[in-house]
């Protein structure tokens, strides 16, 4: 774990906040840098063990679907490199792993797109036949893929606390109608172009959760990160069955062994073992190697 980025220490920039896995300065009023450390949270908290090279993996999966997906909405990359607003010791601490980004307002919801039956959604079908109350066909099984992609927003929750699903009526209310639908729009436009080619890459995105802001001008802008493993549910196509759940390139491995040690998911998180973390590890590379090819 020596080779781990658990937290950053950049004393020449102002700190604002420390996230779930991200830490953020101030570079200057319009631009931030945002530094993804190794850290990895699962149930909403933060594991003690670090991932090694997490960072930089989650860093060239955003910077790749950016790129890809800039036509859909514009987004929050200045193309300024993030070792020219450190100092010449911290350089290390943000090399393939920072990005300088243009300071926008976030708006207050996750927004979630499904295309496929896993996880809560697959809990609340059981008992409602509906995710997130969006009523769905009878017979559907565990990792159907749906009849649509579903836009299922959710509240932002602190670090600790659990985001909570909200209707599309609650978004309205907390955007606007105009502005919800047009995240709504934005989300399931880039969920289906890039399940589209991550199809042709042998993957299948089972959901995918986007962030965005807004300037001063109220134009719209994909933040945060893009269609990684942490944010998405990557799954294999050659070991996809309908009916179970699919192993995945993401977090799932660490999710299974904590529900499996019967942790009652509240702080303090358990140390995971060294074989845990290194096959974590190697999903992540994985899923950055398949979309890639790096």
């Not at 908290?45 to 090279?53: D, E, H, M, Q, W």
């Not at 607003?85 to 996750?110: H, N, S, T």
């Not at 609340?124 to 836009?151: H, M, N, T, W």
């Amino acid at each position: 774990m020596t080779d781990a980025l658990f937290q950053t220490n950049i004393k020449s920039l102002k700190l604002l906040n420390r996230g779930k896995v991200r830490d953020i300065y101030e570079v200057d009023g319009e631009k931030l840098l945002i530094v993804t450390t190794d850290r990895l949270s699962a149930f909403d908290v933060v594991l003690p063990t670090p991932i090694p090279g997490k960072g930089q993996v989650l860093t060239a999966v955003s910077n790749f679907w950016f790129e890809k997906l800039k036509h859909i909405v514009p987004n929050q990359l200045t193309g300024i490199s993030p070792e020219s607003v450190v100092a010449g010791e911290e350089k290390d601490q943000v090399a393939g792993r920072a990005l300088v980004v243009k300071r926008l307002k976030p708006l207050p919801i996750e927004a979630i797109v499904r295309g496929y039956l896993a996880g809560s959604g697959w809990k609340e079908y059981q008992e409602s036949r509906s995710v997130c109350s969006i009523p769905l066909p009878a017979g559907l099984r565990e990792a159907d893929k749906l009849p649509q992609p579903l836009f299922t927003p959710s509240t932002k929750a602190e670090v600790g606390a659990h985001d909570e699903n909200i209707s599309f009526a609650r978004a309205e209310e907390l955007l606007g109608p105009a502005l919800a639908a047009q995240v709504r729009d934005v989300c399931v436009a880039l969920y289906v172009e890039a399940a589209e080619f991550a199809a042709t890459k042998g993957i299948i995105i089972a959901d995918t959760k986007f962030e965005f802001g807004l300037d001063e001008a109220g134009k719209l802008y994909l933040i945060d990160e893009a269609l990684t493993p942490d944010s998405s549910r990557f799954w294999p196509a050659d070991q996809y069955q309908p009916g179970t759940n699919p192993p995945s390139f993401d977090k799932q491995y660490v999710r299974d062994w904590l529900e499996s040690i019967g942790w009652n998911k509240k702080p303090p998180a358990p140390q995971l073992p060294v074989e845990v973390a290194a096959k974590t590890g190697e999903k992540y590379r994985e899923a950055l190697n398949r979309l890639t090819g790096s």
